[in-house]
């Protein structure tokens, strides 16, 4: 069983940064492969990054913007977010599931947080 736990989100002006953070229960975290999904109002939750021993995986929209990266000693897993744009607005994730793959389909991932709002405005 894996408890996720997000913070850092919050109110930016476009252009700006901000950093997630994901504290993660478990013993065997580095066995973990880790992601960050998003959700806005009225759609579908989607895909914004993962992480494993295989590497990193972004979606189109955030390559170049958004950095993925973890800290298993910590437990902790982050989402660096530059540049941000008022689309970026929305509640985002952290999720879990045991492996090494980069898997990037919502229904693939066994644990998730509660989500942490980010809203950009214009």
């Known amino acids: 069983q894996v408890q996720l736990v997000e913070s850092g989100g919050g109110l930016v002006q476009a252009g700006g940064s901000l950093r997630l953070s994901c504290a993660a229960s478990?013993?065997?975290?580095?066995?973990?492969?880790l992601a960050w999904f998003r959700q806005s109002p009225g759609k579908e939750r989607e895909f914004v990054a993962a992480i494993s021993w295989s590497g990193g995986s972004y979606a189109d929209s955030v390559k170049g913007r958004f950095t993925i990266s973890r800290d298993n000693a910590k437990n902790m897993v982050y989402l660096q977010m530059n540049s941000l744009k008022p689309e970026d607005t929305a509640v985002y994730s952290c999720?879990?599931?045991?492996?090494?793959?980069?898997?990037?389909?919502?229904?693939?991932?066994?644990?998730w947080g509660q989500g942490t709002q980010v809203t950009v405005s214009s």
């Open positions: 478990g013993r065997t975290f580095s066995n973990y492969a």
């Open positions: 999720a879990a599931k045991r492996g090494y793959s980069l898997w990037t389909g919502v229904r693939e991932y066994d644990y």
